[in-house]
């Protein structure tokens, strides 16, 4: 069997060892062994996943177990004690609430989450098409699944190639490889050895599965099929690069552990202290005090956070689509957010994907086309100004004539007005810069010209003369021979002996040719492709002849017309946005499997490096020795080329060892493992393949990188919101079994004690449990829901992206919640205790009416606060250094939640049927005013607070006062 580089392997040796013959390929029945001993030429698929384990995964989470363990001793605490009761209070409300909020959050999951990737699947749907092979000495279309190492391909302009395979010959075969290996240009190949190992995109005598042939002909030896190619390489590493968890979905995860122990903790906390300071007098007694453990339990938990977390994922969803960027996964919104790196491949991504004329240079100077793309629009300038008639017109004419001419690319437009290409891009880029100059009759595309030339002869391109010549007859001129030849300059030049000026033909001499390979130089230096352009009038009854050497004589004595420089444009918006990325705090790098010459200059273009800076080759980076020298090389970096699939997601592995949160945004079959490795895989939507769409959680519509930059700024106002809502309901929580705690081991301080029915030892508590379960119902979701669509505040992408090892709970966040809570706890009990007599304050008949003042009087009140404290408490979650009289009516559906709790709260304080199930009386006008007195205590801490902190932090970013000498 041959070695595992065909390429370096003589193709007559390699037939030998593959038991092929050139001439007649594979016998029939030696073909169909072979594919029953390897299986057929397919690359393996991983089976979708069920509908019901789609749904089932959006259980599996910490915090889901938490709800549900906490809905089954809820619903057991029920069976005991709660069974029976009248109304409402007969109902396991508790366990109904939790199981609700997991059931909708399980819903809102699976539908906006896109089935799971599929990439490989999406791989093999790529190359289901046929293959010209040489079957007993007859060519033959065979499905590409059944092709066979030792097959002999038969290569044509069109096909798609079926398998890897050892280039026997080839006549001008050009092949597209950028889904491949990202090169933009149609890559020439040739049959002969390489000397040694090189990089995938320089194999030049080799093709591959999945790749097209642009241009010419040619015959290959299969070397690889199935999940041996370099596709199927791809699909490997897909296979075995597992989905990331994102930031998000790791913060909660760890949230949900915390809050799990946390609760457990609390409620045998609460519940062994009430044991121990009260007189237990029976069983009842000992369920009630389960009962509040239980609810305390929940109450520490914030159980609306899934659901919360997934509405407000769907809406920022719903905003990027709009955008035009599909976000596969919720918790990806977030994630991009808090991206500090968006590696991109260049090809599609950051260009165009449309090789354009740039630059003319001719005998009398310098010509400059405008406009980008495959669309005729843009004009021919000189020095800035657009270019009159003259010489150089002239000149620029006949240079973007001949080129067309010299070609077999078509431009058109299709059903929907988009121009279009058929064939070589390069040779498509002479089509469209020449209708830029406002002649369509001289367009190849146009009748006219379809009328004044006629194609009578071809000679095709070889690597040996890097040249290619069309001879036309031309009607307008008396039915002229003439042959336009275009090619590499350096070779081309050594064939002409006169060139253009003007409208007359001068001699080639020394210091012309010197100036003509300078041009070339500057534009090679300028990373543009060079092509030159000749013509030679022949005899009226000149025929090209089938002698390969007789026919390479006509392109003898040409006369030089021009070259031009082409490249595949970065697209203008995205140099723009990666300026505002970069503002933003977030590094943008390029990976690509271009050429290092034309990546610097698209990335310095861009503004992604500064000219001149370095840029490593995958064969550079195969050469760093360790681990660490290559995660140096990747933070150290920003432009990458020649890069292999395996490359790339090194590169992304790496940066996130380093502690980056990874954007990776592409568009071909090479860039899909790095895609589906990265904290979030951005594919593009109109170039891109099926493969890298579904191996991305991101989708760009428009395939435009400002996008991303858009879909950034959701991203980090969607953590805004997060922060927000996580801030109240912590604190809130916090608040409630700060609350029972604090009340029931200060019951005698505040006068619960003295004053409950039947004291002297019954278990007194300040709130009950199912006044707790309420509490969490009408405050703990719809405000925090009407948080998570707040404004996106205008500094957000002022700031730098939020590091991976920051929580979302950061400590300043944390204390911050601490002081919201304990506060909220202090105005409840201060509430309780001015509604009770014989604590620290006695009740005031001029604010709350004339006595008696009873337990469930001042319960009511105290239920009353703590659920006001909380609904003030959204005002100050917005912001944690901004004052919540700030555009305070920018989020209309915040003060239509507050209102609707409020209502709720006024409803279980004054309907007959809800005080009998929440144990509740009426309050009367003055004491509902001393209730929101009392609760809104907290808004006035916070807004103190800030204006603290506001203070501190212009004192401590201020720039240090200096004296007239100088000196602070």
């Not at 999951?109 to 190359?127: H, P, R």
């Not at 260049?346 to 406009?371: F, N």
Request: glycine content about 10%; aromatic content about 4%; proline content about 5%.
């Amino acid at each position: 069997m041959p070695q595992a580089n065909p390429s370096l392997i003589d193709s007559a040796d390699l037939a030998v060892s593959l038991g092929t013959d050139l001439e007649r390929g594979l016998g029939t029945e030696e073909a169909a062994q072979r594919l029953q001993a390897d299986g057929p030429n397919e690359l393996r698929a991983v089976p979708p996943v069920p509908m019901w384990r789609r749904a089932l995964a959006q259980l599996q989470d910490p915090l889901v177990y938490l709800l549900g363990a906490a809905a089954a001793v809820a619903l057991a605490a029920w069976w005991f004690e709660g069974r029976g009761q009248a109304g409402v209070a007969g109902w396991p409300l508790d366990a109904i609430v939790i199981a609700g909020v997991v059931v909708l959050n399980a819903v809102l999951g699976w539908l906006q989450e896109a089935k799971a990737a599929q990439a490989v699947a999406a791989l093999a749907k790529m190359t289901t098409a046929t293959s010209a092979v040489l079957r007993d000495g007859a060519v033959t279309r065979v499905p590409s699944a059944e092709l066979v190492k030792g097959d002999v391909l038969v290569l044509a302009e069109g096909d798609a190639v079926g398998a890897d395979a050892r280039l026997v010959q080839a006549a001008a075969l050009k092949l597209l490889e950028a889904p491949l290996t990202g090169e933009s240009e149609a890559v020439l190949k040739n049959a002969a050895r390489l000397p040694g190992p090189v990089a995938l995109g320089d194999r030049l005598n080799m093709v591959f599965k999945g790749t097209a042939v642009a241009q010419g002909t040619g015959q290959a030896i299969v070397t690889a099929t199935g999940m041996q190619t370099e596709m199927g390489g791809i699909a490997t590493l897909l296979d075995t690069t597992p989905d990331a968890p994102t930031p998000l979905q790791v913060e909660v995860a760890h949230l949900g552990k915390v809050l799990g122990i946390a609760a457990l903790v609390i409620a045998a906390l609460v519940v062994v202290t009430i044991l121990l300071i009260s007189d237990i007098h029976g069983v009842a007694d000992v369920i009630t005090v389960l009962l509040l453990g239980v609810s305390l339990a929940v109450a520490a938990v914030p159980e609306g956070l899934p659901a919360i977390l997934s509405v407000v994922l769907a809406m920022g969803v719903r905003r990027m689509a709009r955008h035009h960027a599909i976000v596969k996964q919720l918790a990806s919104v977030e994630t991009l957010g808090s991206a500090s790196v968006i590696a991109s491949d260049k090809t599609g991504t950051l260009t165009r994907g449309e090789m354009t004329v740039q630059r003319v240079m001719t005998a009398s100077g310098r010509s400059d086309i405008t406009g980008v793309g495959y669309a005729p629009e843009g004009r021919a300038e000189t020095a800035g100004t657009e270019l009159a008639e003259g010489p150089l017109r002239l000149e620029l004419q006949a240079v973007l004539r001949g080129g067309s001419l010299a070609g077999n690319a078509q431009l058109q437009q299709d059903e929907t007005g988009t121009w279009v290409i058929q064939g070589d891009p390069t040779e498509a880029a002479f089509l469209v810069a020449e209708r830029k100059l406002g002649d369509p009759a001289k367009s190849e595309a146009t009748p006219e010209t379809e009328e004044r030339f006629e194609r009578i002869g071809e000679i095709p391109f070889t690597s040996q003369r890097k040249m290619m010549s069309v001879l036309l007859v031309d009607h307008a001129d008396g039915d002229a021979h003439v042959l336009f030849t275009k090619g590499a300059p350096d070779e081309l030049l050594a064939h002409c002996t006169h060139a253009r000026r003007g409208e007359d033909t001068v001699a080639l001499d020394a210091a012309l040719h010197a100036q003509v390979l300078a041009d070339v130089a500057a534009m090679t230096g300028d990373a543009l492709r060079t092509l030159a352009v000749a013509r030679r009038t022949l005899a009226p009854d000149a025929q090209i002849p089938n002698d390969a050497d007789e026919a390479a004589a006509f392109e003898q004595g040409l006369e030089y017309l021009g070259t031009v420089g082409i490249i595949d444009p970065p697209r203008e918006e995205a140099a723009v946005a990666i300026a505002e990325a970069r503002q933003a705090g977030i590094r943008v790098i390029m990976i690509t499997g271009d050429h290092p010459r034309t990546a610097a200059r698209i990335a310095a273009d861009l503004g992604i490096v500064d000219a001149g800076a370095p840029v490593l080759t995958g064969i550079e980076l195969d050469k760093l020795g360790d681990d660490a020298a290559f995660a140096a090389a990747a933070q150290n970096t920003s432009v990458f080329a020649r890069v292999a699939p395996r490359h790339k997601l090194r590169i992304v592995q790496a940066l996130q060892g380093s502690g980056q949160v990874v954007a990776m945004t592409g568009d071909g079959v090479n860039d899909a493992p790095a895609l589906k490795a990265a904290d979030i895989g951005v594919a593009m939507g109109v170039a891109g393949t099926e493969v890298s769409k579904e191996a991305a959680r991101m989708i760009l519509a428009d395939d435009h990188f400002a996008t991303i930059v858009l879909a950034v700024r959701e991203g980090r106002g969607v953590l805004d919101n997060i922060r927000k809502f996580l801030r109240y309901l912590l604190s809130s929580n916090l608040a409630e079994v700060l609350t029972v705690f604090a009340g029931v081991v200060g019951a005698g301080v505040i006068g619960l004690k003295a004053t409950a029915t039947g004291s002297g030892g019954a278990v007194v508590l300040p709130l009950l449990a199912t006044q707790i379960l309420w509490i969490n119902l009408i405050t703990d979701t719809g405000p925090a829901l009407a948080m998570g669509v707040d404004p996106i505040a205008d500094d957000v992408m002022a700031r730098k992206p939020r590091p991976r090892s920051q929580g979302i709970l950061d400590t300043a966040m944390a204390w911050g919640v601490v002081e919201g809570g304990v506060v909220m706890a202090v105005l409840t009990l201060l509430t309780l205790d001015l509604f009770l007599p014989g604590g620290l304050i006695e009740p005031v008949d001029s604010w709350l009416g004339a006595g008696p003042h009873s337990l469930e009087l001042a319960r009511t009140a105290a239920f009353t606060v703590l659920v006001l404290t909380q609904l003030f408490n959204c005002f100050n979650a917005r912001s944690a250094s901004a004052s919540a009289f700030l555009a305070p009516f920018s989020n209309r559906w915040l003060w239509a939640a507050v209102a609707l709790s409020a209502a709720l709260q006024a409803a279980v304080v004054h309907l007959p049927f809800l005080n009998l199930a929440f144990g509740t009386v009426p309050l009367s006008a003055g004491q509902w005013g001393v209730c929101v007195a009392m609760a809104s205590g907290v808004l006035w801490f916070s807004e103190a607070r800030k204006l603290v902190r506001r203070r501190w932090t212009r004192q401590a970013t201020a720039p240090p006062v200096t004296d007239r000498a100088g000196l602070s």
